[in-house]
């Protein structure tokens, strides 16, 4: 073999050595690019939670803007502190919505409380007569009743788990509706066909919203002016929820909205 050929020999046992050295940088490259894009989701799906926690407002009509923004200082003083041996701290003032997918592994309602929704009278009666006076905690662990609540809410905070899991047992709304934040369940309402109404023609069984820079509530209008719903307890008006009834003002207030469902 002459030295041409032990050159060419050498000049192409160097090129692939390089050919060869260059993909797996390539492939380094695009396993470093996955694992950033992918990181990048994850911290993008985490402030969107964050959002939707700061969204969801304290609850509770006896709630001022005083106190909303305190217990929105209290709360920051926790957010983004570094849990031990875990992930950032979440928000105590909020409870994010929870996925699809864990409301659709709930078991299926029971049919003997589906009702006409022109017999309202007597369905808010009855959510009155079951749960009037009983705590929020206590109604996400009884298993006796049919109220599919989100037993991960916050307790202070479950205005829209309850009035959410109140209208899929009465066979008002479906599943795939509900939500535990106020405003996205008012935008589901909506395009479900609810239609807002005005006090004067508010029926026992519409849907009270209650979104201004003061409050951010839901409630199930009961009729005679009172609405039920998960009202916050204690001092501060900040504790945990209890099932009780409140008198709605008329004329409405500045961001209050009564959603009707049409037949």
């Known amino acids: 073999m002459g030295w041409g050929d032990a050159f060419a020999n050498a000049y192409n046992a160097a090129t692939s050595a390089a050919k060869a050295a260059f993909q797996k940088v390539v492939n380094a490259y695009d396993a ?4 950033v894009q992918g990181w990048v989701k994850e911290e993008v799906a985490k402030v969107q939670q964050v959002g939707q926690k700061l969204e969801h407002a304290a ?18 003083q926790s957010f983004g502190k570094k849990k031990a041996g875990g992930p950032v701290g979440i928000c105590p003032f909020t ?24 017999d309202k009278d007597s369905w808010v009666l009855s959510v009155k007569d079951k749960y009037l006076g009983k705590a929020v905690h206590d109604l996400k662990q009884d298993p006796s009743d049919n109220l599919e609540m989100d037993k991960d809410t916050d307790d202070d905070v479950s205005c829209a788990n309850f009035v959410s899991s109140v209208l899929i047992e009465y066979g008002l709304i479906d599943k795939k509706i509900r939500s535990d934040s106020v405003q996205t369940l008012k935008q589901n309402l909506k395009k479900d ?14 849907v009270v919203v209650m979104k201004n820079e003061h409050i951010s509530h839901v409630e199930i209008y009961f009729g005679d002016g009172k609405m039920i719903g998960a009202n916050n307890t204690g001092v501060n008006y900040d504790g945990p929820q209890v099932v009780s009834i409140n008198k709605l003002k008329n004329p409405l207030p500045d961001g209050y909205t009564i959603l009707h469902k049409n037949n």
């Open 32 to 35: 470093g690019k996955a694992a």
């Open 59 to 76: 609850t509770g009509p006896a709630k001022t803007s005083h106190h909303v923004k305190r217990r929105h200082a209290k709360a920051k």
């Open 95 to 118: 409870q994010a919505v929870k996925s699809q997918a864990t409301n659709s592994a709930k078991p299926t309602v029971k049919n003997e409380n589906i009702v006409n929704i022109n």
């Open 193 to 206: 066909g609810w239609v807002e109404v005005s006090y004067a023609d508010a029926k026992p069984g519409d």
